[in-house]
């Protein structure tokens, strides 16, 4: 369809005296749409909500077009992945995906062709004959993935859908969703963690405590993160003259010593800080062990961006 996939006004949902989401009014676009927050901002809700699993409780939304809420037309054109495990343990992946076609008013040979299609697409064609309760954790979330888009919707919901991936299954299910927008698919993939959404697209909504923080694109977002100091945490054996070298540094605000053998470093370029990094640990020679950095926390990031 042309236009906005989703539009939301004014969209709130409670829970008693719990806020999930509130006063949301977002338009997304057709493609690949990540939504991004720390846990508890919202996201799942939302999600429920595009897919009618939840009435809201003020405001309007309008998926595809139509309202969501029990509306049976509309739950043939999406797939939703939850977050939650509930898989039918004592069924084959291939079953759990069968009978859920069959739900949907598939015939039972057009869900099987369907359920071992789905099934192969998400790599789980060598293992979908044997019992969801054997399946590792990412197995099963390819599964629910599986089950998702076996029915050929228009739009795709996925909760968290990289979760509990191993690096070469999260490669081959980003490639997925990158064919299934080719295909003329559009996605709302789910995520707390900035690098995962940003290797998938260009498009992200930030929610924060129930509430639209920012939409745009990946460097519009990180023009507003511009001023929020990063942090890295670096273990090492000579900590001190280490961080005595950090520190002179003229992007770097701060270097906190953690025990005997760990700095924790706040700098306002990220970037620039690694670019220069290595000339003073070659300089220094402080044994570095390992180094993080805090760009998925995610949490500290909404913080700033709320202040």
Known sequence: MSGPIIQAESLARWYGEVIGLSDLSVEVEPGITGLLGPNGAGKSTFMR????????????LRVLGMDPFANRALYKRLGFAPQQDALFEDMTGLQFVRHLLRLGGFSRSEATQRAARAMDRVGLADSMDRACKGY??????????AQAMAHDPELLVLDEPLTGLDPV??????????????EGKSLIVSSHVLHEVQSLTETIVL?????????GSVGE????LSNHPREVRIRAHRTRPLG????AM?????????????LLVRTDQLETFFE???AVIERVQPGVEAMTSSDADLESVFDFLVQ
Do not use: N, Y
């Open 207 to 215: 929610l924060h405590r129930g509430r639209l923080l920012a939409k």
């Open 221 to 224: 977002i990180r023009k507003l």
């Open 276 to 278: 220069a990094l290595p």
């Open 250 to 262: 003229e992007h770097v605000r701060r270097v906190e010593l953690i025990g005997e053998d760990s």
């Open 244 to 247: 005595t070298a950090l520190l």
């Open 136 to 145: 590792s954790k990412g197995m099963r979330q390819r599964t629910r993935l």
């Open 169 to 182: 299954a999260r490669r081959q299910a980003m490639d997925l969703f990158r064919d299934l927008v080719a």
């Open 49 to 60: 909500l595009i897919v009618g699993e939840l009435r809201p409780s003020r405001g309007s």
